[in-house]
């Protein structure tokens, strides 16, 4: 499976984007992606994640409310649409791919639980 990850940039404060990850190579079917993002210095920090056969989804806490993660099945792409965007959102976001969806949430957060990773985005929120 190949995942591209795209749609970042510059935004300021209060902005919006949307990122895609177009994903290639492998079914979908029994999956869950996600998104992550990493600030330098800082550990791989959960998002967002959604499961590709119903869509039910689940956010970090820090993002709740202002980021939704959707996924369109004909073009096999994941979106992240992020409003309201702060400084500290300021980060490389990646998109992930676990071929078998974890039911565990605490699992689902992890980086361990995903086998495939996209390039990264780079996403700058200036004030």
């Known amino acids: 499976v190949q995942l591209q990850a795209s749609g970042g940039g510059v935004v300021p404060t209060g902005g919006s984007l949307r990122l895609s990850c177009a994903a290639s190579g492998g079914s979908l079917g029994s999956s869950g992606m996600a998104w992550f993002r990493q600030s330098p210095g800082k550990e791989r920090e959960f998002v967002a994640a959604?499961?590709?056969?119903?869509?039910?989804?689940d956010y970090a806490d820090s993002i709740k409310g202002r980021f939704t993660i959707s996924r369109d099945r004909a073009k096999t792409t994941v979106y992240l649409q992020m409003d309201s965007l702060k400084p500290e959102d300021t980060a490389v976001y990646y998109c992930?791919?676990?071929?078998?969806?974890?039911?565990?949430?605490?699992?689902?957060?992890?980086?361990?639980?995903?086998?495939?990773w996209g390039q990264g985005t780079l996403v700058t929120v200036s004030s």
């Open positions: 959604i499961r590709w056969s119903t869509a039910s989804t």
């Open positions: 992930a791919l676990d071929p078998v969806y974890n039911v565990a949430r605490i699992h689902r957060s992890r980086p361990s639980n995903y086998d495939y």
